[in-house]
C-alpha cells in the first residue's frame, strides 16, 4: 500500500503536469507532510487536537432562515484563518475536519434560494478571511432543449 506522503507526491506531479509548470512543495507546520508552498491555506484535520465551542452572535432574520443550529469553534492552530461557512446538510459531515483545521470557524446551515442573501453580512461581521460555501445539488435534470 502507497504512504500518504507517495500518493501527495504523485497527485502534486500531475497537478504540475496539467498546470504546465512544477508544483513547489514545503514541510508542513503541523505534520510530516508536504504541501504546496504557494497555499493560502491547507485543511489539517487535527491541527489543534480539539475545537472549542464558542458563543456566536445570531441575527433573529438569520437564525430564521436557518436549517440547522449554528455553530462556532475556535481552534489553536498555526495560522490566521477563520472562515464562515454556508453549507446544507451536505457540509454537516465536513463540520468537524474543517473546525479542526482553521483559527476559528462559524458554521451556518441554511437552503440556499433565489436572491437570498440573508446571513451574507457575517462574514465581516465576524471578520472572516476565508468564506466556504458548500451546497450540493441533489436533483440534476436533463440539459435544457432535451
Known sequence: MASPRMMWSELASFAGFLRGAPVSLTKALTCDLEVPAEADFVI????????????LPM?????????????????????????????????TALTPILTESFRSTASF???????????????????????LEILVERSLGPPPGL
Open 109 to 131: 446551515r441554511t437552503t440556499a434560494g433565489p436572491n437570498d442573501s440573508v446571513g451574507y453580512g457575517m462574514p465581516e461581521k465576524l471578520r472572516a478571511n476565508l468564506v
Open 59 to 91: 441575527p433573529a432574520e438569520l437564525q430564521s432562515r436557518l436549517t440547522g443550529p449554528a455553530q462556532a469553534f475556535r481552534c489553536d492552530v498555526p495560522g490566521s484563518v477563520d472562515a464562515v461557512i454556508f453549507q446544507d446538510s451536505f457540509g
Open 44 to 55: 489539517d484535520h487535527g491541527a489543534c487536537g480539539v475545537a472549542h465551542p464558542v458563543p
